[in-house]
């Protein structure tokens, strides 16, 4: 029977694309539904640096850091995940023979999302309020649109752009968007990819990997991780409660199978 | 009856986004199919400058001029043209309640071309060889594709960029793929949007426009004009032996309903 198979493929995290790739085309020949869902922090930062508009900051008070996105940032982002890695994506991709299809949360209202009114950002120890922050939370993702591309053969390549109740582009988190998509679909597997094995309880050592973790354990987790993968925790426990069968966060960065591989049990899976 | 109208409007021209967009939603609200197909040369250029890799142009012997592509030049094209003037050329149709659709010729393989494997240049009066330009000239449009997205809704926003038989992405001349594209749907008008009246006989004198252009005068009209026009008047030609029905050179930059005064006849018309 077919799968649904949605995966989360890194911006910052170093994943390797041309693995990943052949996985895909592999996935698609056995007839399961692929989407990804690409990152782009690390092209935004470097295209930000190039044009004299480095990415800035924020910490929020509850310990998650993410891009202050003003109007420009917002451009230079649309630029780096839009217009690179979502074009050389879709490029790759066919280069192995799957018809790929890019699009971000713009396009026929894929992904629409709720601007946040004010950020709370921690600056010296004193908490800010930043208002011109373009990005957002995804309140519902447009899944007949995505079962209009699959009934015309078309594999999704979903860039972390939202649109807003009035229309503007937002910067949205990635695994979050994936998350979305993947309850929305009722997907039977969420794969959150990352250049580790998988979450590990004595961060960096490989043997630490905790191989399985049960829902009501996942509130601990999120407290024992940092930076990036409590992104990822979180999202894999949306995606749970959005319907998702089961969540891996695996490694991405591996030439070796990587989605054969995570498929296989490599990595940390939750479920309910 | 539904109309298809097929609109290229610029990038270096200096068109008006946003009285255009209006437009777009009052032909749709009617009931037309309408695709846009964008260009972005200008923002290509600043893009090059800014990431300090500045755009480097190819006279051809026959006197045309276009962008040298290297690989990294594709990169710089398919961040502005994809990145940035796309997605907020959707942003904007969305804002006026379009439900637009932002997608390459990689996406589904909209667009596959030839990639030209050495581009003649004139250089100091010599002609040189040039053979690492990612640059093509498009042979098929995927029509069904474009079908799929009208069924779905969708109103199809084209960048410029094609995909070659060996799946790289290639810059093509934005005018020529729109001909293209209202070839391959049969489009009962072409719009070609510049940021002048019309073709010129004495050009900039807007008194000396040109009306109307029979097909046997085309190639007399082609010798006439200069640069950029004589790509769309080339687009005009290939659109009509391509089975379109009218082709319309118009003026993209006026504040005052630019479609609807060009499908009234404003601007110079091209027909069988």
């Known amino acids: 029977m077919t799968k649904t198979i949605v995966i989360k493929l890194g911006g910052a995290e170093g994943v390797q694309f041309d693995p990943i790739c052949q996985d895909v085309a592999e996935l698609v020949s056995q007839g399961e539904r692929v989407v990804l869902v690409h990152g782009g922090s ?29 109007a420009k940032t917002m451009e230079v982002f649309a630029m780096a995940v839009n217009g690179k ?13 799957v018809n790929a299809f890019g699009l971000c949360g713009l396009d026929g209202r894929l992904m629409q999302a709720t601007r946040k009114e004010s ?29 209009g591309l699959f009934q015309l ?4 390549v979903v860039a ?14 990635a695994d979050r968007a994936a998350a ?7 997907a039977d597997v969420l794969m959150l990819l990352t250049a580790v094995p998988g979450i590990l309880r004595n961060f960096p050592d490989p043997a630490s990997l905790i191989a399985k ?10 407290n024992l991780v ?23 966060i695996a490694d991405g960065s591996t030439q070796n199978q990587p989605l054969v591989q995570a498929l296989a049990g490599h990595g940390t899976m939750f479920c309910k």
Chains 1, 2 share one sequence.
């Open 226 to 248: 940092e930076g990036r993968m409590k992104k990822k925790v979180l999202g894999a426990k949306e995606a749970l409660d959005g319907g998702v069968k089961q969540v891996i």
């Open 213 to 222: 973790v049960a829902y009501n354990e996942i509130d601990t987790v999120i």
């Open 85 to 97: 890695i979502n074009t050389f994506l879709v490029q790759s991709l066919q280069k192995v023979g």
């Open 180 to 186: 979305m998509i993947a309850g929305a679909l009722q």
């Open 42 to 70: 690390n092209e935004a930062n470097l295209l930000g640096d190039a044009v004299g508009y480095p990415a800035k900051f924020i910490s929020s008070p509850s310990g998650y850091t993410s891009r202050y996105t003003d």
């Open 119 to 147: 950020v709370k950002s921690i600056e010296n120890g004193k908490i800010r309020l930043i208002r011109d922050d373009f990005t957002g939370k995804i309140d519902t993702v447009n899944t007949a649109l995505l079962e």
């Open 153 to 156: 053969g078309l594999v999704p």
């Open 160 to 173: 972390p752009i939202a649109i807003s109740q009035q229309s503007d582009a937002l910067n949205v988190d």
